[in-house]
């Protein structure tokens, strides 16, 4: 049972109380029921100077799923050509966060100015309410719905106006990093390629990647306890947002661990991985990317010294960010070649 209010207990019956909680912003009660605040637990100010126009649409009507387009205002006039579309899955553990929220907006504002780019910010089910691979399943909905808007006319029409669809990029951070991995690896085939048809995807930018294992990494062991994701919350997201009786080594979680498909055959298009030098995921986003090096996938590492997770979305605006942009242009303005 989910409700956005704890219900009233029966008179004579104990309250319900919070057995676990994420970032002030969901809370699980013993009851089983689940209350969500609408807006995230810190207080972040939209930097919105108007060289970017966005607006919602909606990509699911029967499950109520929206996503947000942006692009640059003058953009026919920069870029001489259609727009590169780039996806941005949000992080969140795959139990909290939203494209509405404002280290989201901001990211994408810089997103589209910088790259000059038609970025695309779905939002996807959260658990526990809708445990994996629910958003796994609404982050592949949202890429079919791009490629659908060119079949048959009555597209969107900032897709049909700007969109090179031939250009799409995926990315996201975090649990958005995972779904990006998962969308590599159900389009990386011939069927995978022709389901997506006209639309074609030309790279994957992972921004440390949310996976996960039953064996602890150095990084996750030697995890400060205040670090922006720590060991606890980790663990929390894991264990709210799995099936349940799941542990970290299930396939969604552990690209590599038991039941897991294998990837050597798979075609992933060229990948680059954020890590950040202080993020508790940084070894395992490490080892993940040498991996697939490993099987000849075109996959690079971009190591961030010294920052934690998600620096680029907690500010955007920082000298760690200015590169991380510079990173992702080329990749992109490259379609999708590495430095």
């Known amino acids: 049972?989910?409700?956005?209010?704890?219900?009233?207990?029966?008179?004579?019956?104990?309250?319900?109380?919070?057995?676990?909680?994420?970032?002030?912003?969901?809370?699980?009660?013993?009851?089983?029921?689940?209350?969500?605040r609408a807006a995230p637990g810190f207080a972040t100010p939209v930097r919105?100077?108007?060289?970017?126009?966005?607006?919602?649409?909606?990509?699911?009507?029967?499950?109520?799923?929206?996503?947000?387009?942006?692009?640059p205002?003058?953009?026919?006039?920069?870029?001489?050509?259609?727009?590169?579309?780039?996806?941005?899955?949000?992080?969140?553990?795959?139990?909290?966060?939203?494209?509405?929220?404002?280290?989201?907006?901001?990211?994408?504002?810089?997103?589209?100015?910088?790259?000059g780019a038609l970025v695309v910010a779905p939002d996807y089910r959260l658990a526990p309410e809708h445990r994996l691979p629910a958003a796994i399943d609404d982050g592949a909905a949202a890429v079919l719905w791009l490629a659908a808007q060119?079949?048959?006319?009555?597209?969107?029409?900032?897709?049909?106006?700007?969109?090179?669809?031939?250009?799409?990029?995926?990315?996201?951070?975090?649990?958005?990093?995972?779904?990006?991995?998962?969308?590599?690896?159900?389009?990386?085939?011939?069927?995978?390629?022709?389901?997506?048809?006209?639309?074609?995807?030309?790279?994957?930018?992972?921004?440390?990647?949310?996976?996960?294992?039953?064996?602890?990494?150095?990084?996750?062991?030697?995890?400060?306890?205040?670090?922006?994701?720590?060991?606890?919350?980790n663990d929390r997201y894991w264990r709210l947002s799995l099936p349940e009786g799941s542990t970290a080594d299930h396939p969604v979680a552990n690209p590599f661990g038991p039941g897991a498909p294998a990837l050597e055959g798979v075609e992933i298009a060229p990948t680059v991985v954020v890590v950040g030098g202080r993020d508790i995921l940084h070894d395992r986003a490490v080892d993940y990317a040498a991996r697939l090096k490993a099987m000849g996938k075109p996959v690079e590492v971009r190591d961030f010294e010294g920052q934690q997770h998600g620096f680029f979305t907690i500010d955007p605006w920082s000298d760690a960010s200015a590169e991380l942009m510079r990173v992702i242009k080329r990749f992109v303005d490259s379609d999708g070649r590495f430095d």
Request: aromatic fraction near 10%; proline fraction near 6%.
């Open 150 to 233: 060119a079949r048959g006319g009555g597209g969107d029409p900032w897709v049909a106006e700007s969109a090179d669809l031939a250009r799409v990029f995926v990315s996201g951070d975090s649990a958005g990093g995972n779904i990006a991995h998962h969308l590599a690896v159900r389009f990386g085939s011939p069927a995978g390629r022709a389901e997506l048809a006209p639309a074609a995807v030309r790279g994957y930018v992972q921004l440390m990647p949310f996976f996960g294992g039953a064996e602890r990494t150095r990084s996750e062991a030697e995890c400060p306890d205040d670090a922006f994701l720590n060991r606890p919350l």
């Open 1 to 36: 049972m989910s409700s956005s209010e704890a219900a009233a207990p029966p008179a004579g019956e104990p309250a319900p109380r919070v057995v676990d909680e994420c970032r002030g912003v969901l809370f699980v009660y013993s009851d089983g029921t689940v209350a969500r």
């Open 48 to 71: 919105d100077d108007g060289s970017v126009e966005w607006k919602d649409a909606t990509f699911d009507e029967a499950r109520g799923l929206g996503l947000r387009l942006y692009r």
């Open 73 to 115: 205002r003058d953009w026919e006039r920069r870029a001489g050509r259609r727009l590169p579309v780039f996806f941005y899955y949000h992080g969140g553990g795959f139990c909290i966060g939203s494209r509405a929220w404002p280290n989201c907006q901001n990211y994408c504002l810089r997103l589209a100015a910088d790259l």
